[in-house]
């Protein structure tokens, strides 16, 4: 009876370690707030790198590997007693320009934030600090190795003269914002894992100044960034986003669709949950689509002009091997000119984020590309009549 009794405290006390020793304690989340609020300010890192390539699958009809008549239901239930997000395991780390002054409008800048290299954490909301005034937008990456270790950069991806690209090695897409959108707060049990052995060392800050002449004038400095809300404790469900765009131009007085569409080739399913368009002046309509058996369904459709934001997905859906990704930018132009795809507000963007999560290994292709010679009717049958009209509102 004695033996027993000792094995029993001896199991509780294992059970005991094994749940202190996967959480943080005060005096670790205290010291890790510190080390994440630290500015990476090293110098010296000279090497003339050309920013993130864009890959994209060339294949558009791949047999399913799924059962083609499932329905799109979400098979991971919530785990209701799940109360590891309170107040105890979560922090609010800044990621902001230290007081960055542009001397000149379309600057992109980059700073970065060093995670912690001894265990991952979870990224579970996004809280912007910025205007629409100042920044034009800001995009977080993440990054196994930044694009420079200098405290700030100059990092256009398609500037003439850069100091280095957003990420030298694994850039991810993390969080995008423009035209004063609000916080951003994660489904329960769903996090964007980084540091530890993710391949994600550093967080990178990119902000977009704008048409921001006024203020260059007045010798401004900037501090936009993002309050990141963080918490140590594992997340059932890993985030990402993925990324569908198009290159091209837009002819003076003309409507043009800029358009992409990739295969899905993961065994992997998605579960998407969230997503957001941006386009610049000329922008219309941005939509997003799933095509399985030559059906389309619609993934998100928004005006461009609205507030930025990450809009949830309302219905159930999910990605699966063999599924086709697509998305239309629809484009007006009423001026004489030419307008072309580039960095600068004159430019123009055609970019559609889906956000999702999974329950098991992130895919390794986390955006779809196209050119402008690239179009839906030459690969697919029932396209969506309603795919450049603006999504009706709720009220009408």
Not at 93 to 103: A, H
């Amino acid at each position: 009876m004695a033996k027993k009794t000792i094995c029993t405290l001896f199991l509780l006390l294992a059970v005991v370690f094994v749940h202190q020793s996967n959480c943080l304690t005060q005096s670790q989340i205290n010291y890790l707030k510190q080390k994440l609020n630290e500015r990476y300010n090293q110098v010296g890192y000279s090497e003339n790198n050309i920013g993130f390539e864009y890959s994209a699958s060339d294949t558009f009809e791949s047999d399913s590997k799924q059962d083609k008549q499932e329905e799109d239901t979400n098979e991971i239930q919530e785990d209701d007693d799940d109360d590891d997000d309170n107040d105890v395991h979560v922090i609010n780390v800044d990621i902001r320009m230290p007081n960055v002054q542009p001397t000149h409008e379309n600057e992109y800048f980059c700073h970065a934030l060093e995670m912690p290299i001894d265990r991952s954490v979870f990224i579970i909301g996004y809280d912007p600090q910025a205007e629409m005034g100042t920044a034009h937008h800001m995009l977080l990456y993440g990054c196994s190795k930044p694009g420079s270790r200098n405290n700030t950069w100059n990092c256009g991806e398609m500037a003439s003269s850069n100091d280095g690209p957003v990420c030298d090695e694994g850039s991810k897409i993390l969080y995008a914002w423009a035209m004063d959108a609000p916080s951003l707060e994660l489904p329960k049990d769903v996090g964007f894992e980084v540091g530890g052995d993710t391949g994600i060392n550093q967080l990178v800050l990119q902000v977009h100044y704008g048409e921001i002449g006024d203020k260059i004038k007045e010798h401004f400095i900037d501090d936009s960034g993002i309050t990141l809300k963080i918490t140590d404790q594992p997340k059932r469900l890993s985030a990402a986003v993925y990324l569908l765009g198009s290159e091209g131009r837009v002819p003076g007085h003309s409507t043009v669709h800029m358009e992409s569409a990739c295969s899905y080739e993961h065994s992997q399913v998605l579960y998407p949950f969230a997503f957001r368009v941006h386009t610049h002046k000329l922008g219309k309509v941005v939509s997003a689509y799933r095509i399985r058996n030559q059906q389309w369904t619609e993934i998100g459709r928004q005006d461009p002009h609205k507030p930025e934001m990450f809009y949830p997905i309302e219905k159930n859906m999910t990605i699966k091997y063999g599924d086709i990704l697509a998305a239309r930018c629809t484009m007006v132009n009423d001026m004489d000119k030419t307008v072309f795809t580039g960095a600068t507000s004159d430019d123009e963007m055609c970019n559609f984020y889906m956000m999702y999560y999974t329950s098991g290994t992130l895919p390794d292709i986390d955006n779809c590309f196209r050119g402008e010679k690239f179009h839906w009717k030459k690969y697919f049958k029932n396209i969506p009549s309603d795919a450049s009209n603006l999504p009706k509102s709720k009220e009408e």
